[in-house]
């Protein structure tokens, strides 16, 4: 991320692509967890966030990335 002073993005990345019935299910399967953290921990961080994410995506191999253009946003609240 550049040209940008206090960015965070969050993104998921499929470790492989297959076509089992649990991949093929996992549609909508980030959103519905990112919404469900955020709703449950208001002041999560996006530390906290990216470890509770990846406990949950790991059986449909995917992984939660998040990036940000200050390293100091990792550790404070997503929405303060």
Request: hydrophobic share 30%.
């Amino acid at each position: 991320i550049e040209g940008g002073k206090n960015i965070i993005s969050f993104s998921v990345r499929k470790e492989r692509i297959d076509e089992t019935k649990r991949n093929r299910r996992s549609h909508g399967i980030f959103t519905y967890y990112l919404c469900k953290l955020i709703n449950d921990q208001q002041n999560i961080t996006p530390d906290e966030l990216e470890k509770k994410m990846n406990s949950f995506l790991e059986r449909f191999n995917e992984v939660f990335i998040s990036e940000t253009t200050n390293i100091k946003l990792l550790k404070k609240p997503i929405f303060l």
